[in-house]
């Protein structure tokens, strides 16, 4: 029996892998996985450092300093804590479902972020439709989210728990729109395509409204200020978050920051033309786009004010679809039609 | 001006109706022989105040609510009650409002009694 | 149907010891009732049991974001009742110290308001940065950064130090460019707008009714400032104007304070430049232990959080009563009727924009 055959991934063979036997496959699958986990865990934690340093400098305070050089450490400790904490969940919660899911979305998380090439060469998938996978996948976790808000059992996190649901009706459908535009300029819903259809314009250029509605879409979408509703400190405590033992909330430290990165990669091979840049090796080129859009929304973060759940649902149906529809109608007419 | 507490609405809808619309402060002193609630009310465009001092018995301390003139009085209402044990009529009971203790008596009257800690540093 | 929910005491946007029960339809809140109590030390009853100059460090912890403005409503109510003049120098050195306090406090407010919006702590950090450099001001003034107890009947603890002018001039001439880019990053944000504008609203003849007080009574229209219609001090020689709005929603409580800051300002400059020269210092404590005069006596200060009231019945050595009208407490009173039918986030802005401090409400 072909081993291929068993996996569920077996569309999304890396490229690299040498094609002959099924243990050359599951080697070569192994082998990209433990580099791509090396690459998610050196950013996440590289970026839980840079937030704090540059949230920190926003607000003219120091950061951490006193743990590692710059206070690089800090994030180990903080993690080392979290770890030694006990480990409990609460009597009225769902005990099956609110401690799976976490683990649930990370992993998906993390296989979206295997998906997504790093480089020509370095790619999980060299499937036609990987942006419709991750399309999907990436709005499985609002409902995710709503799953654990409810099963915890905690008001505050029931609360969180519709405020995603509410969430997703209100981004989803711009940003498939903005994407299907993507797709249709390039003329395919393969990552590769679409990077190689922007070596001579980035898309950001051809479609910035696109780019606009993509980017608070996004924002939305990794639960970032001004749309961090679903935890909102100052309103639910920490929403769907509330009653999330400290080992489980290292868990949800990692998810935010790899879901970081992949809408970060996400924004930078649909807009920024991905890994194409001149000298540097294309892995860097993405790397150093991915850092830059990051740093952008940190910046975001730090400065903007929560929006209501109630003006999002109309900014969402209101100015971001049509924008979407107006941005498609555009870009078909003048660049494709 | 000292009032009867059966005219004390009237005397806080006469004033009202002659602009002190602003109630101040509710609070009352207790006097050992007395207890005398006191309503501070104000006249916004003039800044003008005037005070209503009711009388009242220890033994038999209550005054009507307020709320119906102001609805300020309420939390004033409640607080002299937890603290003076002054009853009032005409609103319905309420938790007590800054006390979390299950002890009795009223703190600010002069025969509160202490706590033991304290009768043992004196 | 509705889902009754519990907020506080612990949570991160109740400033410090507050509870809220809330009950919610979806995301429409029906009704909030505040629960408070939960800092409640009897601070009315501690001081009948202690001589005059033991209590001033009591008020202060009362509104511990702005301690000065209590020790001064006690001292001056203390004043009244033992019939002490306050002397000429000592009128204009309380007024600067007051005022510094209350631009003090409306930072602190201003940070904190913020963050009930849910903004990441910028704004907060910034301004306690910049309250930090009153709080300096006032260590030289007093010798303290947080608890100054700085007055004492008749006059002050000690006079301004050398130099405090100047450096005050300094600091306001940063504050007042500082807030106003505060206010340009604000103003400018849509969604700072649309969580502010329109919500929350408190009309005029409600907030009379409820007794609301000092910035929120304005912002909903009425020009009521103790410092002008009841003015004490110097305020009256230094044409001080109350800061009004009409609307009456989070947006206007935002405008009026900020108002105020460069309105308090515009007042410490003016001070500083006519302050006379001569002595502050306050009566010998030997002195105020010799007894009361008047048996019934009330102050009432605007505080920066609104007006604040002691009626104060008086033994010769210490109060026999001392009945405190405390700004947050009748604030908070109103949070109820402030806040019927508005969304769940609405609370939190509408909550912030009171400015309470529960040490305040619970007394």
Sequence with gaps: MQ?????????????????????????????????VAVIIIVFDYVFGWLERKVVAKIQKRHGPTYAGKYGILQN??????????????PANSDKPLFLATLPIML?????????????????????????????????????????????????????????????????????VLVVATAAALAGGYSLNGIVGAQSQLWYVLLMPIGFVIFFIAMLAELERPPFDMREADSELIAGWLTDVSPPYYVLALFLDYSRMLLGSMLIAILFFGGWEGPVLPPIVWLLIKVFAIAFFIMIVRATMVRMRIDRLLRFGWLILLPLAFVNLIVTYVLLIG | MKT??????????????????????????????????????????????????????PSDAWVPSAMRVYKAADWYEREMQEMFAITIKGRQAERLLLEKWNGSGAPLRKNFAWSEPYEKMK | MSTRINIGPVHPSTHG??????????????????????????VEKLVENRMYMQSPAYMEKLDYAAPMSYDELYVAVVEKAMGVEVKERAQWVRVVLLELQRIASHL??????????????????????DRDMILRLLESA??????????????????????FGGGARDVLDYLERRVKKYEAYLEKNPVFMERTKGVGVLG?????????????????????????????????????????RSEGDVFARYRVRMMEIAESIRLVRDALDRMPDGDAIGMPVRLITTGAKNREASASRETPRGEGIMYMVADPQRPYRLAIRSPTFVNLAALTHIAKDCRLADVFAILGSLDIVMGDADK
Excluded at chain 1, 7 to 30: D, H
Excluded at chain 2, 8 to 13: A, Y
Excluded at chain 2, 28 to 52: G, W
């Design chain 2, 4 to 57: 009867e507490r059966n005219e004390l609405l009237n005397g806080l809808e006469g004033l009202y109706s002659k602009g002190y619309t602003y109630l101040v402060k509710i609070y009352a002193v207790d006097y050992v022989k007395t207890l005398e609630a006191v309503y501070v009310v104000r006249n916004m465009e003039e800044a003008k105040e005037e005070r209503l001092e009711v009388e009242l018995d």
């Design chain 1, 3 to 35: 081993i291929s055959s068993l996996l569920a991934i077996a569309p999304f063979l890396p490229a690299s892998a040498s094609p002959g036997s099924a243990l050359g496959e599951l080697v070569g699958i192994v082998e990209y996985a433990i580099a």
């Design chain 3, 17 to 42: 010891v507050l509870r809220l029960v809330a009950d919610i339809e979806g995301d429409t809140v029906l009704r909030v009732e505040p629960h408070i109590g939960f800092l409640h030390r009897g």
């Design chain 3, 108 to 129: 602190l407010w201003l940070g904190t308001a913020a963050n009930d919006l849910g903004q990441f702590f910028t704004l907060f950090m910034w301004c306690m940065k």
């Design chain 1, 107 to 175: 992993a998906v998380t993390l296989f979206l972020v295997l998906l997504i090439p790093f480089s020509p060469t370095l790619s999980g998938s060299s499937s036609g439709f990987v942006l419709l996978v991750v399309l999907v996948l990436v709005s499985f976790m609002p409902l995710m989210i709503f799953v654990n808000g409810f099963a915890s059992g905690n008001k505050f996190s029931a609360i969180s728990a519709e405020r995603s649901v509410v969430m997703l009706l209100s981004y989803e459908i711009p940003l």
């Design chain 3, 204 to 244: 005029k003849e409600d907030a009379i009714n409820l007794g609301v007080t000092g910035p929120v009574l304005r912002a909903s229209g009425v020009g009521y400032d103790t410092r002008k219609d009841n003015a004490y001090y110097v305020y009256g020689k230094l044409s001080f104007r109350p800061q009004t």
């Design chain 3, 142 to 163: 007093s010798g303290a950064r947080m608890f100054y107890v700085n007055m004492r009947m008749g006059g002050l603890v000690q006079d301004l130090p050398p130099g």
């Design chain 1, 76 to 89: 180990m400790a903080d993690i080392l804590k979290l770890l030694s904490k006990q480990h409990m969940a």
